[in-house]
């Protein structure tokens, strides 16, 4: 089996998640989507983020009813730092039946060369790019653009951040056209991002 991975926090997963996992078994070879719930970006260190279990239950909830596309939890029993060339190993190492491809957005293609292990990475997997601001200008500026390896998603550019549905919850704005109903009951439920 092909199964891409769409690694992030989801705190919360939205729509643009969705859509891009929608997409990527639309438009590529890949048999199953998961969205790796990673317990912290190395690059955000500095950022709070929910409970793991928070973000586990949005993320489920988001799902439901959604063919091929699941929610993988195996990076928050992993240590910590996580990195993504390290997970992707692991994955290998416990499921070596399948084959594991990368999904990421043009603005982490742009800063490949500052993650471990990029060419690794590579070596091993396919990458798979959807567009996001500034599309044009990531795909100049990485050096992996090039490479045999990635492909790009064609389409509408995803400009939706969990960063802006926690403001909005913050200054009391509605989110239902950014997350599904189930998940922003849950968010209201449980007073999340709040403060």
């Given at each position: 089996m092909?199964?891409?991975?769409?690694?992030?926090?989801?705190d919360?997963l939205?729509?643009?998640h969705l859509?891009?996992?929608?997409r990527?078994l639309?438009e590529?070879?890949?048999?199953r989507?998961?969205?790796?719930?990673t317990p912290?970006?190395p690059?955000?260190?500095d950022?709070a983020i929910?409970a793991?279990?928070?973000?586990v239950v949005?993320?489920?909830?988001?799902?439901e009813?959604?063919?091929?596309i699941e929610?993988?939890?195996e990076e928050?029993?992993?240590?910590?730092?996580?990195?993504?060339?390290d997970t992707?190993?692991?994955?290998?190492?416990?499921?070596p039946?399948?084959?594991?491809r990368?999904?990421m957005g043009?603005?982490?293609?742009?800063?490949?060369?500052r993650?471990k292990?990029?060419?690794?990475i590579l070596?091993?997997?396919?990458?798979i790019?959807?567009?996001?601001?500034?599309y044009e200008m990531?795909?100049n500026?990485?050096?992996?653009?090039?490479?045999?390896?990635?492909t790009f998603?064609?389409?509408?550019?995803m400009?939706?951040?969990?960063?802006?549905?926690r403001q909005?919850?913050?200054?009391?704005?509605?989110?239902?056209?950014?997350v599904r109903a189930q998940?922003?009951?849950?968010?209201a439920a449980n007073g999340?991002?709040k403060d």
């Open positions: 092909t199964i891409a991975c769409l690694f992030g926090t989801f919360p939205h729509n643009g859509n891009i996992a929608r990527v639309a590529s070879d890949v048999d989507v998961w969205l790796v719930i912290m970006n690059f955000k260190q950022q929910s793991d279990e928070q973000r949005m993320a489920r909830a988001a799902l009813g959604e063919a091929g929610v993988c939890t928050l029993a992993l240590p910590s730092p996580n990195y993504t060339a992707l190993a692991h994955f290998r190492k416990r499921w039946e399948h084959q594991f990368l999904v043009s603005d982490n293609l742009a800063q490949l060369d993650w292990d990029p060419e690794g070596a091993h997997h396919n990458i790019v959807y567009p996001r601001p500034g990531h795909r500026q990485s050096g992996f653009a090039e490479h045999a390896g990635v998603l064609e389409g509408p550019v400009d939706l951040s969990s960063t802006r549905i909005a919850v913050r200054e009391g704005k509605p989110i239902g056209h950014w998940v922003a009951a849950h968010i999340l991002y």
